[in-house]
Protein backbone atom coordinates (compact mmCIF):
# COMPACT_ATOMS: atom_id res chain seq x y z
CA UNK A 1 0.00 0.00 0.00
CA UNK A 2 1.80 3.20 -1.05
CA UNK A 3 1.08 6.75 0.92
CA UNK A 4 -1.31 7.99 -2.05
CA UNK A 5 -3.64 5.10 -1.22
CA UNK A 6 -3.08 5.34 3.08
CA UNK A 7 -4.20 9.20 2.28
CA UNK A 8 -7.12 8.59 -0.05
CA UNK A 9 -8.00 6.00 2.33
CA UNK A 10 -8.25 8.59 4.95
CA UNK A 11 -9.89 10.76 3.30
CA UNK A 12 -12.96 8.72 3.09
CA UNK A 13 -13.26 7.55 5.93
CA UNK A 14 -13.41 11.00 7.20
CA UNK A 15 -16.07 12.10 4.57
CA UNK A 16 -17.95 8.65 5.88
CA UNK A 17 -17.74 9.87 9.48
CA UNK A 18 -19.48 12.95 8.35
CA UNK A 19 -22.51 11.31 7.19
CA UNK A 20 -23.13 8.77 10.07
CA UNK A 21 -26.30 9.26 11.75
CA UNK A 22 -24.92 7.04 15.07
CA UNK A 23 -22.04 9.72 16.11
CA UNK A 24 -23.35 10.83 19.09
CA UNK A 25 -23.43 14.89 20.73
CA UNK A 26 -21.36 14.80 23.93
CA UNK A 27 -23.40 13.62 26.89
CA UNK A 28 -23.29 16.91 28.62
CA UNK A 29 -24.29 20.32 27.41
CA UNK A 30 -22.52 23.60 27.82
CA UNK A 31 -19.99 23.49 30.89
CA UNK A 32 -18.06 26.56 32.37
CA UNK A 33 -14.72 26.36 29.75
CA UNK A 34 -15.47 27.51 26.26
CA UNK A 35 -13.56 25.17 23.64
CA UNK A 36 -12.50 25.16 20.50
CA UNK A 37 -10.60 23.10 17.95
CA UNK A 38 -7.22 23.91 15.43
CA UNK A 39 -8.13 23.83 12.03
CA UNK A 40 -4.94 22.62 10.38
CA UNK A 41 -5.05 19.43 12.36
CA UNK A 42 -8.35 18.54 10.52
CA UNK A 43 -7.34 19.26 7.07
CA UNK A 44 -6.92 16.10 6.21
CA UNK A 45 -10.14 14.98 6.92
CA UNK A 46 -12.25 17.94 6.35
CA UNK A 47 -13.14 21.23 4.41
CA UNK A 48 -13.64 24.38 6.96
CA UNK A 49 -17.34 24.20 6.25
CA UNK A 50 -17.11 20.24 7.61
CA UNK A 51 -14.82 20.72 10.36
CA UNK A 52 -17.67 23.55 11.52
CA UNK A 53 -20.64 21.99 11.61
CA UNK A 54 -19.21 18.89 13.12
CA UNK A 55 -17.72 21.43 16.10
CA UNK A 56 -21.52 22.79 16.20
CA UNK A 57 -22.43 19.53 16.47
CA UNK A 58 -20.65 18.72 19.18
CA UNK A 59 -20.86 21.85 21.44
CA UNK A 60 -17.39 23.52 20.48
CA UNK A 61 -17.74 27.60 19.76
CA UNK A 62 -14.42 28.21 18.55
CA UNK A 63 -12.18 27.28 15.46
CA UNK A 64 -8.49 28.17 15.94
CA UNK A 65 -6.11 29.14 13.78
CA UNK A 66 -8.01 30.71 10.67
CA UNK A 67 -7.02 33.50 8.20
CA UNK A 68 -9.06 36.43 7.90
CA UNK A 69 -10.52 34.95 4.48
CA UNK A 70 -12.02 32.16 6.23
CA UNK A 71 -13.77 34.17 9.21
CA UNK A 72 -16.80 34.72 7.81
CA UNK A 73 -17.20 30.78 7.04
CA UNK A 74 -16.70 30.24 11.07
CA UNK A 75 -19.14 32.66 11.84
CA UNK A 76 -21.85 31.37 9.41
CA UNK A 77 -22.29 28.37 12.40
CA UNK A 78 -22.65 30.54 14.59
CA UNK A 79 -18.75 29.78 15.89
CA UNK A 80 -15.76 32.24 16.92
CA UNK A 81 -12.92 32.35 14.91
CA UNK A 82 -11.11 32.43 18.62
CA UNK A 83 -7.23 32.56 17.50
CA UNK A 84 -5.53 34.13 14.21
CA UNK A 85 -3.65 31.73 12.08
CA UNK A 86 0.46 32.65 12.28
CA UNK A 87 2.22 33.85 8.51
CA UNK A 88 5.14 35.84 7.45
CA UNK A 89 7.03 37.20 8.57
CA UNK A 90 5.22 35.98 12.74
CA UNK A 91 6.27 32.50 12.42
CA UNK A 92 7.29 30.45 15.05
CA UNK A 93 11.50 30.24 14.42
CA UNK A 94 11.54 34.10 13.86
CA UNK A 95 9.79 35.62 16.40
CA UNK A 96 10.29 39.12 18.47
CA UNK A 97 13.47 38.10 20.56
CA UNK A 98 15.59 40.09 17.39
CA UNK A 99 15.44 43.60 17.42
CA UNK A 100 15.79 43.56 13.52
CA UNK A 101 12.68 41.20 13.18
CA UNK A 102 10.81 43.84 15.46
CA UNK A 103 9.84 46.11 12.73
CA UNK A 104 8.44 43.38 10.53
CA UNK A 105 6.68 41.23 12.74
CA UNK A 106 5.14 44.19 14.94
CA UNK A 107 3.66 45.39 10.86
CA UNK A 108 2.07 42.18 10.83
CA UNK A 109 1.03 41.95 14.16
CA UNK A 110 -0.97 45.46 13.58
CA UNK A 111 -2.36 44.19 10.65
CA UNK A 112 -3.54 41.02 12.17
CA UNK A 113 -4.94 43.04 15.19
CA UNK A 114 -6.85 45.18 12.95
CA UNK A 115 -8.64 42.65 11.00
CA UNK A 116 -9.53 41.00 14.24
CA UNK A 117 -10.79 43.57 15.66
CA UNK A 118 -13.24 44.30 12.80
CA UNK A 119 -14.53 40.81 12.72
CA UNK A 120 -14.85 40.59 16.13
CA UNK A 121 -11.83 37.90 16.49
CA UNK A 122 -10.79 37.78 20.00
CA UNK A 123 -7.16 36.67 19.81
CA UNK A 124 -3.88 36.96 17.93
CA UNK A 125 -0.82 34.80 17.60
CA UNK A 126 3.46 35.31 18.07
CA UNK A 127 6.23 33.97 19.24
CA UNK A 128 9.40 34.09 20.80
CA UNK A 129 11.93 33.01 18.24
CA UNK A 130 14.22 30.75 17.84
CA UNK A 131 17.52 31.03 20.22
CA UNK A 132 20.03 30.80 17.36
CA UNK A 133 22.52 31.20 20.35
CA UNK A 134 21.20 34.31 22.21
CA UNK A 135 21.32 34.04 25.70
CA UNK A 136 17.93 33.66 27.38
CA UNK A 137 17.62 36.75 29.32
CA UNK A 138 18.52 39.13 26.17
CA UNK A 139 15.64 37.49 24.24
CA UNK A 140 13.33 38.16 26.74
CA UNK A 141 14.69 41.74 26.94
CA UNK A 142 13.84 41.83 23.48
CA UNK A 143 10.99 40.40 23.29
CA UNK A 144 9.74 43.10 26.21
CA UNK A 145 10.38 45.92 24.37
CA UNK A 146 8.23 44.56 21.19
CA UNK A 147 5.37 44.00 23.11
CA UNK A 148 5.27 47.04 25.05
CA UNK A 149 4.96 48.58 21.11
CA UNK A 150 2.30 47.10 20.55
CA UNK A 151 -0.02 46.68 23.62
CA UNK A 152 -1.95 49.90 23.24
CA UNK A 153 -2.82 49.19 19.47
CA UNK A 154 -3.83 45.90 21.00
CA UNK A 155 -5.57 47.45 24.52
CA UNK A 156 -7.03 49.93 22.12
CA UNK A 157 -8.71 47.48 19.67
CA UNK A 158 -9.66 44.88 22.47
CA UNK A 159 -8.05 42.23 20.93
CA UNK A 160 -5.15 40.05 23.00
CA UNK A 161 -1.88 39.46 21.60
CA UNK A 162 -1.14 35.98 22.84
CA UNK A 163 2.54 34.54 22.86
CA UNK A 164 2.68 31.07 22.56
CA UNK A 165 4.64 28.32 24.72
CA UNK A 166 6.21 25.65 22.74
CA UNK A 167 8.83 22.53 23.40
CA UNK A 168 12.33 22.51 22.65
CA UNK A 169 13.09 18.70 23.46
CA UNK A 170 10.70 16.89 20.52
CA UNK A 171 8.57 19.89 18.01
CA UNK A 172 10.73 22.91 17.99
CA UNK A 173 14.21 22.58 18.56
CA UNK A 174 15.82 25.54 19.39
CA UNK A 175 12.62 27.52 19.99
CA UNK A 176 12.86 30.51 23.34
CA UNK A 177 9.96 30.40 24.86
CA UNK A 178 10.08 26.54 25.93
CA UNK A 179 9.41 27.47 29.63
CA UNK A 180 6.26 29.05 31.53
CA UNK A 181 8.62 31.06 33.95
CA UNK A 182 10.35 32.52 30.83
CA UNK A 183 7.03 33.53 29.70
CA UNK A 184 5.33 34.61 33.14
CA UNK A 185 8.15 36.87 33.55
CA UNK A 186 7.66 38.04 30.30
CA UNK A 187 4.51 39.02 30.89
CA UNK A 188 5.63 40.55 33.80
CA UNK A 189 7.62 42.99 32.06
CA UNK A 190 4.86 43.70 29.44
CA UNK A 191 2.17 43.98 32.24
CA UNK A 192 -1.11 44.41 30.10
CA UNK A 193 -4.62 42.93 30.58
CA UNK A 194 -3.98 42.15 26.24
CA UNK A 195 -0.78 40.47 26.23
CA UNK A 196 -0.60 36.79 27.53
CA UNK A 197 0.85 33.62 26.67
CA UNK A 198 -0.39 30.62 24.93
CA UNK A 199 -0.12 28.13 27.46
CA UNK A 200 0.33 24.92 25.11
CA UNK A 201 -0.79 22.15 27.48
CA UNK A 202 0.96 19.61 25.13
CA UNK A 203 4.25 21.45 24.66
CA UNK A 204 4.56 22.10 28.71
CA UNK A 205 3.80 18.37 29.37
CA UNK A 206 6.65 17.76 27.40
CA UNK A 207 8.92 20.41 29.03
CA UNK A 208 8.07 20.63 32.14
CA UNK A 209 4.69 19.00 33.32
CA UNK A 210 3.11 20.51 36.99
CA UNK A 211 0.91 21.16 35.22
CA UNK A 212 -1.94 22.20 37.11
CA UNK A 213 0.05 24.09 39.94
CA UNK A 214 1.15 26.44 37.31
CA UNK A 215 -1.63 26.63 36.17
CA UNK A 216 -3.51 27.69 38.70
CA UNK A 217 -0.99 29.85 40.07
CA UNK A 218 0.02 32.14 37.07
CA UNK A 219 -3.49 31.87 35.48
CA UNK A 220 -3.58 35.68 35.34
CA UNK A 221 -1.14 35.62 32.41
CA UNK A 222 -2.56 33.06 30.52
CA UNK A 223 -5.39 34.06 27.29
CA UNK A 224 -5.24 30.92 25.45
CA UNK A 225 -5.15 26.94 26.19
CA UNK A 226 -4.16 24.41 23.63
CA UNK A 227 -4.79 20.64 24.33
CA UNK A 228 -3.09 17.56 22.38
CA UNK A 229 -2.23 14.19 23.95
CA UNK A 230 1.55 13.49 24.75
CA UNK A 231 3.38 11.17 23.61
CA UNK A 232 2.27 11.76 19.96
CA UNK A 233 -0.11 14.39 20.05
CA UNK A 234 -3.02 12.41 19.15
CA UNK A 235 -6.09 12.02 20.59
CA UNK A 236 -6.69 13.06 24.30
CA UNK A 237 -7.47 9.27 25.83
CA UNK A 238 -6.48 6.86 27.85
CA UNK A 239 -2.81 6.19 26.08
CA UNK A 240 -1.64 9.46 27.11
CA UNK A 241 0.04 10.63 30.44
CA UNK A 242 -2.16 14.13 31.37
CA UNK A 243 -5.23 13.66 33.50
CA UNK A 244 -7.57 15.95 31.01
CA UNK A 245 -10.50 16.47 32.94
CA UNK A 246 -8.62 17.09 36.09
CA UNK A 247 -6.60 19.65 34.43
CA UNK A 248 -9.36 21.30 32.54
CA UNK A 249 -11.41 21.36 35.77
CA UNK A 250 -8.21 23.33 37.72
CA UNK A 251 -8.35 25.96 34.63
CA UNK A 252 -12.56 26.12 34.98
CA UNK A 253 -12.13 26.72 38.65
CA UNK A 254 -9.87 29.60 38.28
CA UNK A 255 -12.45 31.90 36.77
CA UNK A 256 -10.85 31.61 33.43
CA UNK A 257 -13.06 33.09 31.00
CA UNK A 258 -11.12 31.96 27.61
CA UNK A 259 -10.84 29.42 25.36
CA UNK A 260 -9.33 26.04 25.39
CA UNK A 261 -8.64 24.84 22.23
CA UNK A 262 -7.90 20.80 20.64
CA UNK A 263 -4.91 20.70 18.80
CA UNK A 264 -4.12 17.22 18.22
CA UNK A 265 -3.98 14.94 15.31
CA UNK A 266 -6.44 12.54 15.21
CA UNK A 267 -5.07 9.02 15.00
CA UNK A 268 -8.03 6.70 15.56
CA UNK A 269 -11.35 5.88 12.88
CA UNK A 270 -13.78 7.41 13.22
CA UNK A 271 -11.46 10.61 13.31
CA UNK A 272 -14.11 12.83 14.79
CA UNK A 273 -15.03 10.43 17.58
CA UNK A 274 -11.64 11.94 19.23
CA UNK A 275 -12.97 15.70 19.41
CA UNK A 276 -16.01 14.49 20.55
CA UNK A 277 -13.98 12.50 23.92
CA UNK A 278 -12.05 16.03 24.41
CA UNK A 279 -15.06 17.98 24.47
CA UNK A 280 -16.42 15.46 27.02
CA UNK A 281 -13.54 15.30 28.89
CA UNK A 282 -12.95 19.16 29.02
CA UNK A 283 -16.92 19.98 29.96
CA UNK A 284 -16.62 20.22 33.25
Known amino acids: MNRRNVLKGAVAAGVASLARPGLAPAQVPGGRLKQGVSLWCWQKWYTLDQLCQEAARIGIKGIDLVTPDQYATVQKYGLIPSMTAASEPNTIPIGLNRIENHDRVLAKLKEDITAAAAAKVPNVITFSGNRRGMPDEEGLKN ?132 LEQAYELCNV
Open 143 to 274: CAIALNKIKGYAEEKGVTVNLELLNSKVDHHDYMADHSAWGIELMKQVNSPRVKLLYDIYHMQIMEGDLIRTITKNIQYFGHFHTGGNPGRHELDDTQEVTWHAVAKAIADTGYEGFISHEFVPAQQPVIRG
